[in-house]
């Protein structure tokens, strides 16, 4: 909380058929807007790429895998990790739900007990 954040991002789509892939390169920029934080910046660095079968015109199931640097921040390098998200994507036009599991699979939170779950409306003008 009470942080503005900064985003750039370089995204390609490569299609092959049915097979789609999306690698991302992005810098997460979080600036403290408050002067109530220990650290005025906080930044990472993320690289992922997405993969997925068109399996319908409605239908995508796939996976990303992604990880993450800090930057600047020493003592927050435990934040860094690798995660495996399988997914299934309903593309509709303009808008795109989509449903996901978030597993890590390296980093301090990779364990037997953490999973996360992703419900995503992508909204495309």
């Given at each position: ?6 985003v750039p991002r370089i995204s390609a ?76 994507r309903f593309p509709n036009k303009a ?24 419900l995503g409306i992508l909204w495309e003008?």
């Amino acid at each position: 909380p009470g942080r503005l954040g900064l985003v750039p991002r370089i995204s390609a789509r490569i299609q092959f058929g049915r097979l789609m892939l999306r690698p991302t390169i992005k810098v997460e920029n979080m600036l403290d807007v408050t002067g109530d934080s220990a650290h005025t910046y906080v930044g990472e660095i993320v690289a992922g790429v997405r993969a997925g079968v068109r399996v319908a015109s409605f239908l995508e199931p796939g996976v990303n895998v992604w990880t993450n640097a800090t930057i600047l921040q020493q003592d927050n390098r435990k934040r860094n990790m690798g995660v495996v998200e399988p997914y299934v994507r309903f593309p509709n036009k303009a808008v795109t739900p989509t449903l996901g599991v978030v597993i890590p699979f390296a980093g301090q939170v990779a364990d037997d007990s953490t999973l996360a779950f992703r419900l995503g409306i992508l909204w495309e003008l």
